[in-house]
Nanobody, 121 residues
Framework: QVQLVESGGGLVQPGGSLRLSCAAS????????MGWYRQAPGKERELVAT???????TYVDFAKGRFTISRDHAKNMVYLQMNSLKPEDTAVYYC???????????????WGQGTQVTVSS
């Protein structure tokens, strides 16, 4: 019923930039918070940034000053602009959304399939 599809990952050199996009589609009634997580090889999935429906953003320490999360309500999309990338940013990046589908009064948490980001020279 609901799909979150990420795009924009790839290979970038240290110090470079990437912009990730995530599109939510399906029988969506409303979207509350959206966010990005990442999972590096051999590590647990970790939060990167979130953004509420009102536009309030939060970042974990490693993302502050380098990453910017934003969203387009009309398109049901969320973005992650990543600058000054480091090799340790290499991971699969996942989009998540807390949303209500038209057939339910209870919001649920949905995830995308992930997009690979590799930072290497």
């Amino acid at each position: 019923q609901v799909q979150l599809v990420e795009s924009g990952g790839g290979l970038v050199q240290p110090g470079g930039s990437l912009r990730l996009s995530c599109a939510a589609s399906g029988s969506i009634f409303s979207i509350n918070a959206m966010g990005w997580y990442r999972q590096a090889p051999g590590k647990e999935r970790e939060l990167v940034a979130t953004i509420t429906s009102g536009g309030t953003t939060t970042y974990v320490d490693f993302a502050k000053g380098r990453f910017t999360i934003s969203r387009d309500h009309a398109k049901n999309m969320v973005y992650l602009q990543m600058n000054s990338l480091k090799p340790e940013d290499t991971a699969v990046y996942y989009c998540t959304a807390d949303l209500r589908v038209v057939t339910s009064l209870v919001p649920g948490n949905y995830w995308g399939q992930g997009t690979q980001v590799t930072v290497s020279s």
